[in-house]
């Protein structure tokens, strides 16, 4: 055989097969190249058909030191590279994780939520340096949902707990006297309202009532009020009047008239207390030598007045508690300096005040 001719063939069959693998590898790029992932918004489960270990793919990695991997468009501007083993719903989680933390929201609690933009992925052959982690490339796309180049679309529930205040029920009985009262406290109940939120980069779009439950019902407040007439009793109900002073002048004949209440000492502008619960029902300045007069109207047919006052603190219709300021000492009307004039009328007819002031 000739020396010659049979080194020829080798060399000729050598560059075929190089030939031969050359273009089998321009068709792998051109299939590489070729091959565009586009909208996101659907669950985007990417395993390729060029997984690691191609034989081809493992040649030209050799040769050029080059891999396939995904590049990310968004406004035809590159952002980076992901390697072709991952999965994009692994990276679509990871831009997720970011979104609720800044949100503070559960995962559990979400229901939806999409990357929306103008995005685009497509393959490409790249050296192995250039290839982002999935966390990176995550970062990137929510970082970019904040400057509005990217929508994150999310929807998720919201729970809110509520306390539920007790009511207050008022309850009269007999077995306390007029001006006494019991407490029981009631406990707060618990409302739980679920709500349905739709959020685009954090600008709420939407919210929906979905759920309102009542998890603990609240238990109404108790007051037990007294009813029994204490003055048939001979019992002493009336709270001081004033804050201090002294009796000057008592209920009575006086000065060749009659006395209808008790003169209590004062200085212009102390305050003036009511005596008993009730309700005003005169509030205004008085001819008959009362003065700036104040008349609360009580339970059982009582009625207290106040006369000789510096100043009104209540109007007439107003609810007033046992204690309330209600006006301030004067002089004004018939007096002979300051003082308060203070009655205790028992179905309209006066009595003596001091038997049932509690001392």
Same mark, same amino acid.
């Given at each position: 055989?000739?020396? *010659?001719?049979?080194? %020829?063939?080798?060399? +000729? ?9 050359? #273009? ?7 299939? $590489? ?12 489960? %990417? ?5 690691? !270990?191609?034989? %081809? ?25 992901? *390697? /072709? @083993?991952?999965? %994009?719903? @692994?990276?679509?989680? #990871? ?8 949100? +503070? $929201? ?21 050296? /192995? ?5 999935? $966390? ?44 006494? *009262?019991?407490?029981?406290? =009631?406990?707060? !109940? ?13 600008? /709420?779009?939407? +919210? ?35 804050? =201090?002073?002294?009796?000057? *002048?008592?209920?009575?004949? +006086? ?5 209808? !209440? ?25 001819? !008959? ?20 006052? @510096? ?5 007439? =219709? ?42």
């Amino acid at each position: 055989m000739d020396t *010659s001719s049979t080194s %020829f063939n080798k060399i +000729r069959m050598i560059n075929i097969f190089i030939t031969l693998i050359v #273009l089998l590898l321009n068709i792998n790029i051109k299939l $590489v190249n070729a091959e565009t992932v586009n909208n996101l918004n659907k669950d985007i489960g %990417f395993y390729f058909i060029y997984n690691e !270990g191609n034989f %081809f793919d493992e040649i030209y990695k050799a040769i050029t030191g080059k891999v396939t991997a995904y590049k990310i468009n968004i406004d035809n501007q590159a952002i980076g590279y992901f *390697s /072709e @083993n991952t999965n %994009f719903k @692994n990276i679509k989680n #990871l831009v997720l994780k970011y979104y609720l933390e800044d949100i +503070r $929201v559960n995962e559990n609690l979400v229901l939806d939520f999409n990357i929306k933009g103008n995005i685009n992925i497509s393959k490409e052959k790249v050296y /192995e340096e250039v290839i982002e982690e999935d $966390v990176e490339i995550a970062k990137k796309i929510y970082e970019l949902s904040k400057s509005n180049n990217i929508t994150l679309s999310i929807k998720y529930l919201q729970e809110n707990i509520l306390e539920i205040k007790p009511s207050t029920i008022i309850l009269p009985t007999e077995e306390m006297f007029l001006g006494e *009262s019991k407490t029981i406290n =009631g406990k707060p !109940g618990i409302e739980k309202k679920v709500y349905e939120i739709s959020l685009e980069n954090n600008s /709420e779009k939407s +919210r929906k009532l979905v759920k309102d439950d009542i998890a603990k019902e609240a238990i109404s407040t108790k007051i037990y009020r007294g009813t029994k007439n204490p003055y048939e009793y001979g019992i002493a109900f009336l709270n001081q009047p004033t804050r =201090g002073g002294y009796l000057t *002048s008592g209920y009575g004949e +006086r000065w060749e008239s009659f006395h209808k !209440g008790i003169d209590i000492s004062g200085n212009i502008g102390d305050d003036v207390l009511a005596a008993l619960e009730g309700e005003v029902v005169y509030a205004e300045y008085n001819d !008959g030598g009362y003065g700036n007069l104040i008349i609360l109207e009580h339970e059982n047919n009582m009625k207290t007045f106040y006369g000789h006052l @510096n100043d009104f603190y209540v109007k007439v =219709g107003d609810k007033v508690n046992k204690g309330d300021v209600i006006g301030a000492i004067g002089n004004t009307g018939f007096s002979t300096g300051p003082h308060l004039h203070f009655e205790l009328r028992v179905n309209n007819n006066p009595v003596d005040p001091y038997e049932y002031i509690i001392q």
